[in-house]
């Protein structure tokens, strides 16, 4: 059996290679140590207040410079100087106190709508085993992307005045036009939010459930308890957080939207932000339309502001 050998050189040559390779290992930690050290000072020898600058710069000149002049227009009427005429003008005004009560509501409603439809939905996606159902939960996060406009323009595909289910309604019956003319009215809006916004309520329920301990769930389907008592007993108090944040951003979400009003066409409805591009763009009247849009921004940072404080309690 032959032995090998390692010869002298072969050894020195090791030696040498694992020398070098330690070398270089030291002197990069060197150089990374004086490169932190470096950085240290400089942030040392900088105030902390002149790296706030660029991005509060950056924030005064594209957010707070033009919403400024928007609370300037609002106080300068058409006449000239300063005064709280517009205000009065546009608070005195029945359009204003309607589209106000048409925002309100909608919103309200359409929270109330996502909330029991994304309650039931998360329900089904977390706890009742079906094919698909780790697609349909990511699929809810590209839904996020979406714009606001095409899923209008998907109902208005299904249910318009030419949609395809009148078309279909039509085609059977021989009638002149067909059963589905809602989408035009307060409650296709409506339905349009619901279909929209109910996403951003599952996304918060799904994250909820899936830290619930499902050992409570099996011990109290063990014991007797059926679905509706467990759902009641252990899973909605869960969920409650996550319900109140989902809630209250869907909430601020509804109150400020445009697109689905403006693409669902439906007449008699003026919400804040449609009052806003109304007296802007139709009537010429910019300060009525900068007061209302004061109005609009007050509420919205009011409800955000309550929402983040929900969603801080929630632990979002």
Known sequence: MASTTVSPQATTKTKQTKESKQTKKSKQT????????TEGRIRAAVPAWVWALPPVALLALFFLYPLALVVQQS?????????LQPY???FASGAFREALWTTVWLAVAATVGCLVLGFVLALVIAFVPFPGAK???RFIDVFLSFPSFLITLALLFVYGTVGMANGAWTDA????QGPFQFLTTPWGVLLAEITYFTPFVMRPLLAAFSQLDTGQLEAASSLGARAPRIIRRIILPEALPALAAGGSLVLVLCLNEFGIVLFTGAKGVTTLPTLVYGKAILESDYPGACVVAVVNVLISVGLYGLYRVVSRRAGA
Do not use: I, N, Y
């Not at 060197?30 to 050290?37: A, E, F, I, V, W």
């Not at 300068?76 to 100087?81: A, E, R, T, V, Y």
């Not at 019956?173 to 002149?176: D, E, H, I, M, S």
């Open 30 to 37: 060197r150089k990374t140590r004086k490169t932190r050290k």
């Open 75 to 83: 106080f300068q009427p058409d006449s000239g100087g300063a005064s």
């Open 173 to 176: 019956t021989g009638a002149a």
């Open 135 to 137: 697609a349909v939960s």
């Open 88 to 90: 009065a003008d546009v």
